[in-house]
């Protein structure tokens, strides 16, 4: 019977992914006049029109197309690919002071030159998947400048961990709503993933001990100490702090306008946990590391989620709770639902515990009847409890094809290894290779 399950999620993400999911991108998103994607679609999948062009848009676009040609969809996400990292290069590239610029318009002309680790870290992450998936240097290349710009411009020397905030010429950014005296778990967490990438690439032995730095912040500062689920702020010492809107900001647009969520020092994101859970591993995995120092954590945050974050009655899983308590957020979000799917297969595949598969199911379920436009195929942006659509556009800088497209990679792998592993070997819970 659980054989038959896992077949008939796995066939549904196939299908789903090549008939419905990279169509609608493929189909859309190349700007054959300017160069670089298109990536604001509203909610009947048209160019919505708005004259940007974000490093957080292209970068994952970029992403979206080496991950999805690396995994075998075909040459056509591979001319994609090229396609934008010749925009990358060409038109967000700071030829003067390196990095690359947060802002453009379409047309490619620089309207915010600013330099933003949130961008950096995508930015190495698809620039090192690009080399990874067609064997050009030249992704690993600016992939290595752009690292190496952090470590000379970002790096904390006396706290550790990374500033965020910086204008055009790596200057740290003011205080405040500017961002410079923050740190973030968003921005380390991506760090952790690009620098997997990047270690990948290139196996040098400054990746690796970079990587292995940023995952001991991560889990010995940026996460609660009891509970291990993650704080999103704090300053540059490592206390924790309230959580504010910044004037370059991403990931805020459903909040209040004055800039200050409720609650913030007892305030935690499922997605981002669960997130963190399975890149976590599968950074160690990359390493050849065991997963014995952080398996407690690991499992805690998970765990986490699946007490306090999957709704068990319509499924699915809640934006945000308490450490320590049920969720306040009852609402759901495309990006959480895809992390918690891949982290959910992630942990069961590890683990073998049967309440990780029961959260899978009850995300699966929840994101094939609820949580994709029927008419297009993208995902609904955010959605009530039940799974009415609340915000209706496709696509804008925030909401675009990374989560999508790579949870539905990420997903039929895990569901093909655990489809052989009961077929070969009675299914105990294995490593994920």
């Known amino acids: 019977m659980q054989g038959s399950l896992l077949r008939e999620w796995r066939n549904q993400i196939e299908g789903y992914l090549r008939e419905r999911l990279l169509p609608f991108w493929l189909e859309r998103s190349q700007d054959t006049r300017d160069g670089g994607f298109i990536t604001h679609f509203d909610k009947d999948g048209k160019d919505s029109g708005e004259d940007e062009k974000s490093l957080i848009a292209q970068s994952r676009s970029l992403f979206t197309y080496v991950s999805a040609y690396r995994a075998g969809y075909g040459e056509r996400c591979r001319e994609l690919a090229e396609h934008g990292l010749a925009y990358l290069l060409q038109r ?28 950096q870290s995508f930015a190495i992450y698809a620039l090192s998947e690009y080399s990874l998936a067609t064997g050009d240097p030249v992704g690993r290349e600016y992939a290595e ?145 065991d997963d014995g120092p952080y398996r407690v954590q690991i499992r805690k945050m998970l765990d986490h989620a699946v007490a306090h974050g999957i709704d068990w009655e319509y499924g699915g899983v809640y934006v945000e709770g308490s450490h320590d308590g049920p969720a306040r957020d009852l609402e759901k979000e495309f990006w959480q639902q895809c992390e918690v799917m891949i982290g ?25 009847t609820k949580g994709i436009n029927p008419a297009l195929g993208e995902l609904w942006p955010l959605l009530t409890r039940e799974g009415v659509p609340i915000w209706t556009h496709m696509s804008h800088s925030w909401k675009i094809n990374y989560h999508s497209v790579r949870a539905m990679i990420q997903c039929r792998r895990r569901l093909d290894q655990a489809i052989a592993a009961e077929t070969s070997e009675g299914w105990q819970g294995a490593p994920l290779k």
């Open 92 to 119: 967000m590239w700071d030829e003067k002071h390196g990095g690359f610029y947060w802002m453009t318009n379409r047309k490619g002309e620089v309207t915010k030159p600013d330099k933003i680790l949130y961008g």
């Open 145 to 289: 400048r752009t690292f190496d710009l952090l470590q000379k411009y970002a790096t904390d020397t006396m706290y550790g961990g990374y500033f965020e905030m910086f204008d055009r010429e790596w200057n740290l950014a003011g205080p405040g709503a500017k961002g410079g005296d923050r740190k973030t778990l968003d921005v380390h967490l991506h760090l952790m993933e690009a620098f997997t990438s990047l270690f990948e690439c290139s196996r040098l032995p400054l990746h690796r001990r970079k990587l292995l730095e940023d995952i001991e912040i991560l889990m010995r500062r940026l996460v609660h100490p009891v509970h291990a689920t993650g704080i999103p702020q704090f300053t540059p010492d490592w206390r924790p702090t309230r959580q504010i809107k910044f004037d370059i900001v991403w990931g805020w647009d459903r909040y209040k306008p004055d800039g200050v969520k409720a609650n913030p020092l007892d305030n935690t994101s499922y997605g981002h946990n669960v997130e963190l859970a399975w890149l976590l591993s599968h950074a160690l995995d990359v390493l050849g590391s």
């Open 344 to 368: 959910m297969i992630d942990a069961y595949l590890r683990f073998g515990d049967e309440r990780y598969l029961a959260a899978y199911e009850a995300v699966h379920r929840f994101m094939f």
